[in-house]
């Protein structure tokens, strides 16, 4: 579907649970779109399915200038609109239920940004946290309960360098190492699915069923 996003229209796929009502929604942004990223990259698949698979609505969309969505990459400007229109769209659709977000490399730098201070959001889930990149110091000030989750090999997020943020994170905030994954989460996919399913669960368990 296309859904009317300020300057653009952004497609999106949402997934609901079978046979019973959400306990929220969570919006999953993906990786870099110059890069090849889109809705469809497998972390950002598997980890709407272990959203699915916790109770919650999972919502997957391409960013502006990917896939069918209307207009260009704006370097993680417009990105953030995306993301606050499709925020609203889905507080719409589940006026009575939390939500929340899951960004993936690219995706967890814009999508974490935007999300902080949110009174909407219930939990954050960083995946492959780009440190190398891009300055993710402002996780420092969020409370929102978030997990973050990490290959000691991830090529773009240090391992020295992620255990110096992950020392001045709040205490709403975990980081989980996968020991052996590299920024793909290659081999360790199931860990991923697993990890966010039941961070989720626990953070919803209260939620409307």
Same mark, same amino acid.
């Given at each position: 579907?296309?859904?009317?996003?300020?300057?653009?229209?952004?497609?999106?796929?949402?997934?609901?649970?079978? %046979? !019973?009502?959400?306990?929220?929604?969570? /919006?999953?942004?993906?990786?870099?779109?110059?890069? %090849?990223?889109?809705?469809?990259?497998?972390?950002?698949?598997?980890?709407?399915?272990?959203?699915?698979?916790?109770?919650?609505?999972?919502?997957?969309?391409?960013?502006? %200038?990917? %896939?069918?969505?209307?207009?260009?990459?704006?370097?993680?400007?417009?990105?953030?609109?995306?993301?606050?229109?499709?925020? *609203?769209? /889905?507080?719409?659709?589940?006026? !009575?239920?939390? /939500? #929340?977000?899951?960004?993936?490399?690219?995706?967890?730098?814009?999508? &974490?940004?935007? #999300?902080? &201070?949110?009174?909407?959001?219930?939990? /954050?889930?960083?995946?492959?946290?780009?440190?190398? #990149?891009?300055?993710?110091?402002? &996780?420092?000030?969020?409370?929102?309960?978030?997990?973050?989750?990490?290959?000691?090999?991830?090529?773009?997020?240090?391992? !020295?360098?992620?255990?110096?943020?992950?020392?001045?994170?709040?205490?709403?905030?975990?980081?989980?190492?996968? *020991?052996?994954?590299?920024?793909?989460?290659?081999?360790?996919?199931?860990?991923?699915?697993?990890?966010?399913?039941?961070? &989720?669960?626990?953070?919803?368990?209260?939620?409307?069923?």
């Amino acid at each position: 579907m296309l859904i009317p996003a300020r300057d653009v229209e952004l497609e999106a796929v949402l997934w609901e649970p079978e %046979g !019973q009502v959400p306990r929220g929604a969570v /919006l999953l942004c993906h990786p870099h779109p110059l890069y %090849g990223g889109t809705m469809n990259s497998r972390v950002v698949y598997r980890a709407a399915k272990g959203a699915v698979e916790a109770g919650l609505s999972a919502m997957r969309f391409n960013f502006r %200038g990917v %896939g069918a969505s209307t207009g260009s990459h704006d370097k993680g400007r417009g990105e953030q609109s995306d993301i606050q229109s499709l925020l *609203e769209w /889905l507080q719409e659709r589940y006026p !009575q239920l939390p /939500l #929340a977000i899951i960004g993936y490399s690219f995706g967890a730098w814009v999508g &974490l940004r935007a #999300a902080r &201070l949110d009174p909407r959001l219930k939990a /954050l889930v960083g995946l492959g946290l780009p440190i190398d #990149a891009y300055d993710f110091g402002f &996780l420092q000030e969020n409370d929102i309960p978030s997990l973050f989750i990490i290959g000691t090999r991830d090529e773009f997020c240090p391992d !020295q360098a992620m255990r110096l943020l992950a020392a001045r994170l709040p205490s709403t905030s975990s980081v989980r190492w996968i *020991e052996g994954a590299d920024h793909s989460f290659s081999g360790h996919i199931d860990q991923v699915q697993t990890l966010v399913r039941n961070f &989720l669960q626990a953070q919803f368990e209260g939620s409307p069923t």
